[in-house]
C-alpha cells in the first residue's frame, strides 16, 4: 500500500509539480491549497508526512503547524516545510513550530524525494 504526503501550498502549479514526481516515486498524494484547506482534509486517514509551505494565505505554514498539533492523530505526523524562505531566523520559527526538515525552492525532484525517504520508511 502506497505511503500518503500532503502537499500543502498555495501554489497550483508547484502541488502539481510535486504530485507528479512523489506519484512517480509511489507515494499516495493529497493536495490543499493553505492551511485552513489542509486542516480540513485532515480527517482521521493516514498521512505518512505533510509538505508545507510557509507563506500562504487563510493561515500559514506555521499557524497550521500550531493548528496541527492540536489533532491526536496527527500530532506526530513530520512536516518538512518546502518555501521561499531561506533565513535562518524563520528556519528556527519553524523548527520550534514542528517542522522537521527544510527544503528551499527551487528545488530538484531528487532532492525533495531525498528529503521524503529520510521520513518515511519503506
Known sequence: MAKTI???DDS???RQVVGIALGAAGYAVIEACDGRD????LNGAKIHLLLCDVNMPNLDGFGFLQAKREL???KFTPVIML???AAEDK?????????RAWVVK???PEQLLLAVAKFILP
Open 12 to 14: 497550483a502549479s508547484l
Open 106 to 108: 527551487p528545488f530538484k
Open 91 to 99: 528556519k528556527r520559527e519553524g523548527q520550534a513550530a514542528g517542522a
Open 83 to 85: 518555501t521561499t524562505e
Open 6 to 8: 500532503m502537499i500543502i
Open 72 to 74: 491526536p492523530n496527527y
Open 38 to 41: 489542509a486542516l480540513a482534509k
